[in-house]
């Protein structure tokens, strides 16, 4: 009788229902190492260096940026974009994937969630700064009031409004429901004290009966449901702040697929970025393996092969227009004053990715580490290009500049990064890494223990 070839466990080392458990949550039950204090004190610097540049952005004004007449938006929605694309992973991961059955999933979903939630938090900053007067930031929403005032709804601005709170909302959401029944596990394991009481608190009851499960399941589903359509909607949105626009560079309609598929490639990145580390650090190299890392890669193989695509369109595109400014506006990026970004944007978005199609690469820890900074490098610079490229050449030659950022708003950036690690220290630090309840429901089906064994049956 032939026998297919084994597959891949997603857990390796032999692990039984327990040992999952223990092995999950030992790294919150004793003292953090100087590891985690370091890096979390690195983050609490960053945090306050942000708060700063940010109190000053918001008491002395806007001109604490290098902004100008013809630069109207410089590293501020460059930020703002590339945070929102880092959080497109996580809802990609949970949703997606969940609705496809991706076993391979369950290992990562929970930081990926988690990093999704941060990642927006920090891209919520920007438009706040914007405004320049923060307690006054719910004008943006739609409400009777006695100002007489209402908001356009015409415009992309006010779109980006309701598509990121709804993902923000999402997100929450799903990684809390994923969260309760391992919240659960850390109570029963808890002493009596103060930390029981908030964990117990914190799962809402939770026993683990059928009824339970049976509802979870099926609130996971309705929320995977809710979340996959806003994975595709809200980089879309996020697109058409320049879409809508008539300035060259940015008037095409490439933009929605090409955006989101660029959120999903750095978001993918920046997972594998934190995963790696976390998983020597904390000990779940069994839980996420090699397999795992390799999956992603052939994830980020697929989007960085539509953004280079797109990258190509949109010189085609620009040519085949036949208009005078489009063409000019490409050309200046890959050959004027911000050459050097567009290259690097290149190097590291099209040509990096590609070393993914080899196996031994694919399957390097080390190796995809690298590669992976080298994305979110890249992506980073596709935002800024995009941007400032498009701008600081306009119609008027009498109004061509060039744009520098300052300390603050370089501060700014700095303090997103605090707030991210911050949370993300935090994280691990109170909550699993990895989903306890979904690893356990793959491990017959997926563990290297049961893998095993089920292949001598079959055999026999």
């Not at 970004?341 to 399957?363: D, G, H």
């Amino acid at each position: 009788m032939y026998v297919s070839p084994l597959r891949e466990p997603l857990v390796t080392g032999a692990k039984s229902y327990k040992q999952v458990t223990d092995d999950i949550i030992r790294p919150m039950e004793g003292k953090p190492g100087k590891l985690w204090y370091a890096g979390l004190t690195l983050a609490l610097l960053a945090l306050a260096v942000g708060g700063f540049a940010i109190y000053l952005t918001v008491w002395d004004g806007i001109g604490t940026w290098g902004l100008n007449k013809t630069v109207g938006w410089g590293w501020g929605i460059t930020n703002f974009v590339w945070w929102v694309g880092i959080g497109h992973a996580g809802t990609f991961i949970s949703a997606i994937l969940l609705l496809f059955r991706q076993k391979w999933r369950t290992s990562i979903n929970r930081s990926a969630e988690a990093m999704t939630i941060f990642a927006v938090m920090c891209a919520g900053l920007f438009p706040l700064i914007h405004m320049g007067r923060l307690p006054l930031a719910f004008f943006v929403f739609p409400y009777p009031n006695t100002r007489d005032l209402w908001v356009n709804f015409n415009s992309p601005l006010l779109w980006d409004v309701f598509a990121i709170s709804t993902y923000f909302l999402v997100s929450v959401l799903f990684w809390y429901m994923g969260l309760i029944p391992d919240i659960a596990s850390i109570r029963d394991r808890m002493k009596k004290g103060i930390g029981k009481k908030i964990y117990g608190l914190l799962s809402f009851g939770w026993t683990g009966s059928a009824r339970h499960w049976s509802r979870h399941e099926s609130m996971s589903l309705i929320l995977a449901g809710l979340a996959a359509p806003l994975v595709l909607s809200v980089h879309t949105i996020v697109s058409m702040d320049f879409a809508t626009s008539v300035i060259p560079g940015w008037h095409t309609t490439i933009f929605p697929p090409y955006f989101v598929s660029g959120a999903v490639f750095s978001g993918f990145a920046m997972v594998l970025s934190l995963m790696i580390i976390t998983r020597k650090a904390l000990n779940l190299e069994n839980y996420i393996t090699v397999g795992h890392v390799e999956s992603m890669n052939k994830v980020i193989i697929a989007t960085g092969s539509i953004v280079g695509i797109a990258y190509v369109t949109e010189f085609f595109m620009a040519w085949y227009s036949g208009v005078v400014y489009e063409q000019y506006a490409f050309i200046n990026r890959a050959f004027g004053p911000y050459w050097w970004a567009y290259w690097i944007m290149m190097a590291c978005n099209v040509i990096t990715p590609q070393l993914f199609w080899f196996k031994k690469i694919r399957r390097n820890l080390a190796a995809t580490f690298v590669i992976s900074i080298f994305i979110n490098i890249g992506m980073w610079f596709e935002r800024f290009v995009i941007i400032v490229t498009s701008l600081h050449r306009d119609f008027l030659p009498s109004s061509w500049v060039m744009y520098y950022p300052t300390w603050v708003e370089v501060g700014v950036f700095l303090g997103t990064f605090g707030l991210f690690f911050t949370m993300f220290f935090l994280f691990i630090r109170f909550f699993p890494v990895v989903a306890i309840a979904e690893v356990k429901s793959v491990l017959k089906s997926s563990g290297e223990k049961f893998i095993k064994k089920g292949g001598r049956d079959e055999k026999q």
